[in-house]
């Protein structure tokens, strides 16, 4: 199976920079999907979420999600910290891990990720993670809590990623917050 994967995001209406972010990279038969939200708007939640960004870079893929968690869990200490979801894939099987209030929702098979309250950066309890093996039509959404929480994934289901990603933040983007999303299909190869 291979994923295809849009992500789209955009500051707070009226600033420049962007505190959240979205992250797609693959190494061998891995592909991490991250959508990461530091704490606020502007240049110092941008620059946090540019730090997350750069420790999930160059981290491997092949540890899990929790060595990848604690290691942007690490790389923002002494900062105002972020909420984080990841989710790695292995050619079948997608394992997520969560802090703070950035979520993750299907379409097809149910990944039962529950985030882990806190944030990263600062206090988190014992992460918690999910895996679940995809099949070929299932759809993942990522998102910020830039977009509201009554995020309803039928407005977009036949729209391709680029497209519902799109839909996804008109309809749903709050004015009041940097938003992002990140929007996944399972493919056969």
Same mark, same amino acid.
């Given at each position: 199976?291979? +994923?295809?994967?849009?992500?789209?995001?955009?500051? %707070?209406?009226?600033?420049?920079?962007?505190? !959240?972010?979205?992250?797609?990279?693959?190494?061998?038969? @891995?592909?991490?999907?991250?959508?990461?939200?530091?704490?606020?708007?502007?240049?110092?939640?941008?620059?946090? $979420?540019?730090? $997350? /960004?750069?420790?999930?870079?160059?981290?491997? +893929? !092949?540890? *899990?999600?929790?060595?990848? =968690?604690?290691?942007?869990?690490?790389? =923002?200490? @002494?900062?105002?910290?972020?909420? #984080?979801?990841? *989710?790695?894939?292995?050619? %079948?099987?997608?394992?997520?891990?969560?802090? *703070?209030?950035?979520?993750?929702? &299907?379409?097809?098979?149910?990944?039962?990720?529950?985030?882990?309250?806190?944030?990263?950066?600062?206090? #988190?309890?014992? +992460?918690?993670?999910?895996?679940?093996?995809?099949?070929?039509?299932?759809? =993942?959404?990522?998102?910020?809590?830039? =977009?509201?929480?009554?995020? !309803?994934?039928?407005?977009?289901? %036949?729209?391709?990623?680029?497209?519902?990603?799109?839909?996804?933040?008109?309809?749903? /983007?709050?004015?009041?917050?940097?938003? &992002?999303?990140?929007?996944? !299909?399972?493919?056969?190869?």
């Amino acid at each position: 199976m291979r +994923l295809a994967v849009s992500h789209h995001s955009r500051p %707070k209406p009226g600033e420049v920079r962007n505190g !959240d972010m979205a992250l797609v990279r693959s190494q061998g038969e @891995h592909t991490l999907l991250a959508v990461v939200d530091a704490l606020g708007h502007g240049p110092v939640a941008a620059a946090v $979420a540019a730090d $997350a /960004a750069r420790c999930l870079e160059s981290q491997p +893929l !092949d540890a *899990g999600v929790e060595p990848l =968690l604690d290691a942007v869990h690490s790389a =923002l200490r @002494h900062s105002r910290g972020a909420a #984080i979801m990841l *989710g790695l894939f292995d050619g %079948k099987t997608i394992h997520c891990g969560g802090v *703070g209030n950035v979520e993750l929702r &299907t379409r097809g098979t149910r990944v039962p990720v529950v985030p882990t309250p806190g944030i990263l950066g600062q206090s #988190i309890r014992s +992460l918690r993670t999910a895996s679940a093996a995809l099949s070929p039509g299932d759809r =993942l959404v990522l998102f910020s809590d830039g =977009l509201s929480y009554r995020l !309803d994934l039928e407005y977009a289901r %036949k729209l391709p990623p680029n497209e519902a990603c799109l839909l996804l933040m008109e309809r749903y /983007a709050r004015p009041s917050d940097d938003a &992002t999303v990140m929007v996944v !299909d399972v493919e056969t190869v």
